[in-house]
């Protein structure tokens, strides 16, 4: 490529040289043109914008760290700090005393590492899922699959494990506990439910349909009420049925019905010829599906499912109606401490910072596949 | 730049030359078709021999793609039998997945697997569906891509490659199986003009082969070239059917002259 043209002179068709782009086009001063002063309405926009940063953005900081006290014993040790340097700022150091809670619930102490080692084997359980680039990544799978029996068997106990009944369980722990085993739970039986509901057998079709329209036309907490009282009217009389188990048969039946629906608009997205294509070469039912039709649909879906699954995870503060301590429920029980009263704006902050995070990472996960699955069609 | 067609009829009666065995590899009886209350195949009768390479043409809506679409059971006929290989199309899921292991199929829009590469689109059905190992499908694979000339893109993804190079990866798909008869659906109507002959070329390497060929297209040079006999359809019957000779230079119906005249017209 030439850079400059001669002056003066007439080029041959097909020899005019490629040009650089004018340079208030492009580096800093053309981006900024482009995207922040191209029109009287931006220039607005982009004014009011900074002004809406400058208002929010700096006293957030200044509360949450700059002026923040992170020691001390009670409210009163932090307000004086704060008193002393005429600032006003987040208390954290309630929520440095009450973080074995917010973390374990009402977990027995002695009996926390386990907890803490079903975390790490959970998140080695996510990487050969999530990470198609792990080396012996089928093997691996296999340790992934066993994963959630192993960390069942350490948070319950028995089997040599002191038992640890499942109403100990608590704040952020409870929250994974059911956030995850949700979305494990839920996603099989949200596609299995997706491909009733577009089957060509009228019997599995109108269970799939009736199913999935009867849970998403009752709300969340009704079902979790169904959950902890009515069960037992239905049950035979004696049986005793975990209240967390049933929370997580029905957060994940709940979520299953929401994921069949985005599913299910993802299969119809893909152009009948695949079916056919398929079909064509002899390849069985499932083979489409499990090879050619669910690889394409579940990619269009990967927003719908993520977006379910972030609900259900958010959903999952719920179950504080029904007696649990979600890390909500941990925070109110702590704000009844005489010592810390008053400081309901910390807990709530913290809690919302715990979702936004682990909400955050799911979503950019989502994109990073979308990237990757991305082919060029 | 030559036009596609001009290119192939220099090679006419070259489809002539080629061996028909006498054995019958489809038999279509008094086959009938409804969608709903619409009968789109009305008293279908053919015969097809091995190695034969049958054109069918017609008006849009005439049954043409339906008929054809029969053989390997993507639409279902409800009335009359087709006879495939010496077995019988009904609803034994057998008998279907036997005849579609012998019935390649390529489709107008390719249909290519697009979240698979060109590689693991042809290698796809021979593993699942003929138990092949992995590493011998892909040979088989490469020789097909070899043959329609874009080894050089098996790790591409088909939303990677022009149309022609699709349609082009579609035959090396279905011909990775092995098929005994090909049926192709309008191979090239959605392609631009520049990549028409690519394929057609391909197509007629093919039918040089002996393989058994049904076809519908609209392009005429084609069938001059390759085919043995021509079908012309209209309102889901089969109106003519001759040698390509007869066909274009005598045809006997006024529907089958109305539509030569109209498509040999510009």
Aim: glycine share 8%; hydrophobic share 45%; aromatic share 10%.
């Amino acid at each position: 490529m030439s850079s400059a043209i001669e002056e003066g002179k007439t080029y041959e068709p097909g020899t005019y040289p490629d040009l650089p782009p004018p340079a208030s086009t492009v580096g800093i001063i053309g981006w900024v043109r482009e995207n922040l002063l191209s029109s009287t309405a931006n220039i607005v926009l982009t004014i009011l914008a900074a002004y809406l940063i400058w208002v929010v953005v700096p006293p957030s900081l200044n509360w949450l760290f700059f002026n923040a006290v992170f020691e001390g014993a009670s409210r009163d040790e932090c307000r004086a700090v704060m008193n002393e340097a005429g600032v006003k700022g987040a208390c954290w150091a309630f929520i440095g005393h009450r973080f074995e809670l917010f973390v374990y619930g009402f977990y027995p102490e002695a009996e926390r590492w386990r907890v803490n080692v079903s975390f790490f084997l959970m998140l080695a359980a996510l990487v050969p899922i999530l990470y198609d680039k792990t080396p012996q990544r089928g093997r691996m799978m296999i340790g992934s699959a066993i994963a959630p029996f192993v960390i069942g068997w350490l948070l319950i106990g028995g089997l040599g494990l002191e038992p640890v009944p499942t109403d100990k369980f608590g704040g952020i722990m409870l929250t994974l506990v059911i956030g995850v085993t949700g979305i494990v739970g839920s996603l099989p039986l949200g596609i299995a439910l997706a491909l009733g509901r577009a089957s060509h057998l009228p019997a599995l079709r109108m269970v799939c349909v009736v199913f999935i329209e009867f849970i998403r036309g009752v709300p969340l907490i009704t079902l979790l009420f169904v959950a902890s009282t009515m069960l037992n009217y239905f049950l035979p009389p004696g049986t005793t049925f975990d209240l967390l188990l049933r929370v997580l048969i029905m957060v994940t039946l709940f979520a299953s019905a929401y994921l069949a629906e985005v599913v299910r608009g993802g299969l119809q997205a893909i152009p009948k010829g695949q079916q056919e294509a398929a079909d064509s070469m002899g390849l069985k039912y499932w083979q489409s599906m499990r090879l050619i039709i669910l690889p394409q649909a579940l990619k269009i879906s990967i927003p719908g499912i993520v977006n379910t699954f972030i609900g259900l995870y958010k959903d999952s503060t719920l179950v504080i109606i029904i007696g649990m301590f979600d890390p909500i429920g941990v925070g109110r029980a702590s704000l009844a401490d005489t010592k810390w009263q008053g400081l309901s704006t910390e807990v709530y902050v913290f809690v919302a910072i715990f979702f936004f995070i682990s909400c955050i990472a799911m979503a950019r996960y989502s994109l990073y596949l979308e990237k990757k699955l991305h082919t060029g069609h | 730049m030559s036009t596609p067609e001009a290119e192939v009829s220099t090679q006419a009666s070259e489809g002539s030359n080629l061996q028909i065995s006498d054995e019958v590899v489809i038999k279509i009886r008094d086959m009938h078709k409804w969608y709903g209350a619409f009968h789109v195949l009305k008293n279908v009768n053919l015969e097809v021999n091995r190695g034969e390479r049958i054109v069918i043409c017609g008006p849009s809506g005439s049954g043409k793609s339906t008929l054809i679409r029969c053989i390997n059971r993507l639409e279902e006929h409800q009335q009359g039998d087709i006879i495939v290989d010496n077995v019988e199309l009904t609803n034994d899921l057998k008998n279907i997945d036997a005849i579609r292991r012998e019935v390649g199929m390529v489709f107008q829009h390719f249909n290519l697997f697009p979240h698979l590469t060109v590689m693991e689109n042809c290698a796809l059905a021979p593993i699942w569906v003929k138990q092949v190992p992995r590493k011998e499908a892909e040979e088989t694979a490469m020789k097909y891509l070899e043959r329609v000339k874009i080894p050089e893109q098996a790790d591409k993804f088909p939303g990677q490659l022009s149309g022609g190079q699709q349609q082009r990866v579609a035959i090396a798909r279905s011909l990775c199986m092995n098929p005994r008869i090909m049926l192709f659906d309008e191979p090239t109507s959605a392609l631009d003009p520049e990549m028409i002959k690519e394929v057609l070329d391909v197509m007629i390497e093919l039918a040089k082969e002996g393989m058994t060929m049904l076809c519908v297209t609209h392009e005429m040079g084609f069938a001059k070239t390759v085919a043995n006999r021509v079908i012309f359809m209209d309102g889901g019957e089969i109106i003519e059917e001759n040698d390509p000779h007869e066909f274009f230079d005598n045809p006997q119906h006024e529907r089958t002259k109305l539509f030569l005249s109209q498509i040999l017209a510009h």
